[in-house]
């Protein structure tokens, strides 16, 4: 069993009193890592210019840990604006594949940034949750929190959401079960 403390969770000892802030959490493996010419900036584990994110279920939502790099800055050691938009649109999106067992687009979103985001202190956190459906329309809410667990940014994201049918035919989704296949 995986756990994994958000942000305000102590650590070691301590971190068994704090039940609370500690989720059980499911790795989820990137079924798309073996497809010829699969280069997303996001997620391609094998894009050397990408984000190279990964990603693990939870009861309410999928989240992750990313590691900042330094040609991801704007502003001297801090994190691009642009690339935390896209942290949080990357983790909606599988979020759709992995909770609601399709693919989808983008619709809109909207970004609010509350603080910069040191890219030299640590590891950046993200966590995405479902908040409502409405027909084929999907919306999220992301949250992105800084090394020391401050909220730095948040986001809502509408996404269109496709039949599975269509999802596999033209988005090449490969089907919910092979999110948990094991890596080989």
């Known amino acids: 069993m995986h756990y994994f403390c958000l942000p305000g969770c102590r650590t070691g000892k301590q971190a068994a009193k704090h039940t609370r802030n500690i989720m059980e959490i499911k790795k989820i493996y990137n079924p798309y890592r073996h497809m010829k010419g699969y280069y ?3 997620c391609a584990p094998q894009n050397n210019n990408g984000l190279q994110m990964a990603f693990m279920e939870v009861a309410d939502g999928v989240i992750s840990e990313w590691e900042p790099k330094e040609h991801f800055q704007g502003y001297y050691q801090v994190l691009h604006g642009g690339i935390q938009a896209t942290l949080m649109d990357e983790i909606a999106s599988w979020l759709v594949q992995v909770k609601l067992k399709t693919a989808g687009v983008t619709s809109t979103m909207s970004i609010r940034y509350k ?3 040191p890219i030299n202190k640590g590891n950046i956190r993200l966590k995405a949750k479902l908040t409502g459906q409405r027909r084929n329309l999907a919306d999220i809410h992301v949250e992105l ?5 401050d909220l730095c940014a948040e986001g809502d994201f509408v996404y269109f959401t496709f039949p599975e049918k269509t999802a596999i035919e033209k988005l090449h989704y490969p089907g919910h079960d092979a999110f948990y296949q094991t890596e080989d």
């Open 115 to 117: 603080k910069t985001v």
């Open 145 to 149: 929190f800084c090394p020391n667990g």
């Open 40 to 42: 997303c900036f996001g």
